[in-house]
């Protein structure tokens, strides 16, 4: 199924824009298609990797959009839906978005459904628990940290926004806790000072399911295939060059923060997971973990590091390294996903 506009015409809300049949503006399905449990990749063309993942025969829907590829289905019975992003927080606050709508607005009744804790509008209807909303996004990423090598997977334990798309939200009560101030003040100090920086951090309950998944995985593979992981900070940045430092060409000489990979490399936060290390850069954390934390959703992230631009040096993966590392990305996702 896909839809080009079409159907979002006559009354349709423009703060709000679901066609008559509840489909929302960008992601192309209803209430009914979408899980509570959901997998977020950027390449649109990964939504079909995660969905050889599923329960063989289980897809119920399948659907595209734009770059927003969508299939649900179930792992070990347990629904789930893949979502394509695309690149950039600007695509997560979109889905982020949309994802709310689906979940908790009722387009028949036309409002939103009850919380706890909300005066219920209909004494039959049963509130609805905002952390059911599982979110777990299986990325690629960069790495500034010399420890992490091509090949290792990047756990999200707290997410720095270098990108703006939060600012034009309030920040959650979360972002208030001395561990996130610690690692906000730590990153002001570097050349990220001159632009606005956000930090919030992954849910506990997600990260430490994907850290089990890992440690399960690996439990059953013998030593040549362990899978090394690390958790730590995660820097999402709005770009993929200069704004993760990557100066190419005439805009060498032009970038805000030539020496970022070093400087994040070197950052060192005393939160109360203990010491902490920037272990990833990529383009949607921390929107994903920001939003989430706003909306009471759980949400976090692993990526497979392809490219290592640190201090002791550069190098990529090769397509068996990404290969083997992705395969085992999805499985530990989906593993965490599902628990529970
Ligand atoms: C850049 O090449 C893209 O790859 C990474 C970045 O976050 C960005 O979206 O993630 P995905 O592989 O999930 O797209
Ligand atoms: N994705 C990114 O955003 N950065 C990298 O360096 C690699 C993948």
Same mark, same amino acid.
């Given at each position: 199924?896909?839809?080009?506009?079409?159907?979002?015409?006559?009354?349709?809300?423009?703060?709000?824009?679901?066609?008559?049949?509840?489909?929302?503006?960008?992601? @192309?399905?209803?209430?009914?298609? +979408? *899980? #509570?449990?959901?997998?977020?990749?950027? %390449? $649109?063309?990964? =939504? !079909?990797?995660?969905?050889?993942?599923?329960?063989?025969?289980?897809?119920?829907?399948?659907?595209?959009?734009?770059?927003?590829?969508?299939?649900?289905?179930?792992?070990?019975?347990?629904?789930?839906?893949?979502?394509?992003?695309?690149?950039?927080?600007?695509?997560?606050?979109?889905?982020?978005?949309?994802?709310?709508?689906?979940?908790?607005?009722?387009?028949?009744?036309?409002?939103?459904? @009850?919380?706890?804790?909300?005066? +219920? *509008? #209909?004494?039959?209807?049963?509130?609805? %628990? $905002?952390?059911? =909303? !599982?979110?777990?996004?299986?990325?690629?990423?960069?790495?500034?940290?010399?420890?992490?090598?091509?090949?290792?997977?990047?756990?999200?334990?707290?997410?720095?926004?270098?990108?703006?798309?939060?600012?034009?939200?309030?920040?959650?009560?979360?972002?208030?806790?001395?561990?996130?101030?610690?690692?906000?003040?730590?990153?002001?100090?570097?050349?990220?000072?001159?632009?606005?920086?956000?930090?919030?951090?992954?849910?506990?309950?997600?990260?430490?399911?994907?850290?089990?998944?890992?440690?399960?995985?690996?439990? !059953?593979?013998?030593?040549?295939?362990?899978?090394?992981?690390?958790?730590?900070?995660?820097?999402?940045?709005?770009?993929?060059?200069?704004?993760?430092?990557?100066?190419?060409?005439?805009?060498?000489?032009?970038?805000?923060?030539?020496?970022?990979?070093?400087?994040?490399?070197?950052?060192?936060?005393?939160?109360?997971?203990?010491?902490?290390?920037?272990?990833?850069?990529?383009?949607?954390?921390?929107?994903?973990?920001?939003?989430?934390?706003?909306?009471?959703?759980?949400?976090?992230?692993?990526?497979?590091?392809?490219?290592?631009?640190?201090?002791?040096?550069?190098?990529?993966?090769?397509?068996?390294?990404?290969?083997?590392?992705?395969?085992?990305?999805?499985?530990?996702?989906?593993?965490?996903?599902?628990?529970?």
């Amino acid at each position: 199924m896909s839809h080009s506009g079409a159907g979002f015409s006559g009354d349709v809300d423009p703060d709000l824009p679901l066609s008559p049949e509840g489909i929302t503006f960008h992601v @192309a399905c209803t209430s009914k298609h +979408l *899980a #509570d449990r959901i997998i977020f990749v950027g %390449d $649109p063309g990964r =939504v !079909k990797t995660v969905g050889a993942y599923l329960d063989t025969g289980s897809i119920t829907y399948e659907a595209s959009h734009r770059e927003i590829n969508i299939i649900t289905g179930s792992y070990h019975g347990v629904p789930v839906t893949v979502l394509s992003t695309g690149m950039g927080t600007d695509n997560i606050e979109i889905m982020m978005n949309e994802v709310h709508i689906l979940k908790e607005y009722d387009p028949k009744k036309r409002r939103w459904r @009850a919380r706890a804790g909300d005066a +219920l *509008a #209909d004494p039959l209807e049963t509130s609805f %628990d $905002p952390s059911k =909303v !599982k979110l777990i996004r299986v990325g690629t990423c960069g790495t500034p940290n010399e420890e992490v090598q091509v090949g290792c997977l990047a756990i999200t334990q707290y997410a720095i926004g270098m990108d703006n798309t939060c600012q034009y939200y309030d920040a959650p009560a979360v972002n208030s806790t001395a561990d996130v101030q610690e690692v906000l003040a730590k990153v002001q100090t570097t050349s990220l000072g001159k632009v606005q920086v956000y930090a919030t951090k992954a849910a506990p309950a997600i990260t430490q399911g994907l850290v089990d998944a890992c440690t399960a995985l690996n439990s !059953k593979a013998n030593a040549s295939e362990q899978q090394r992981y690390y958790v730590g900070a995660t820097c999402s940045a709005s770009g993929f060059y200069g704004c993760q430092g990557r100066s190419v060409g005439r805009f060498r000489g032009h970038l805000t923060a030539p020496n970022l990979t070093e400087e994040l490399g070197d950052l060192c936060f005393n939160v109360s997971e203990g010491e902490q290390r920037v272990v990833n850069i990529e383009m949607e954390s921390s929107a994903l973990c920001y939003l989430s934390n706003l909306l009471g959703y759980q949400a976090g992230a692993v990526c497979v590091v392809v490219a290592q631009r640190s201090r002791s040096g550069r190098a990529f993966t090769t397509p068996e390294q990404l290969a083997k590392a992705l395969s085992n990305a999805i499985t530990v996702a989906l593993e965490a996903l599902t628990k529970d």
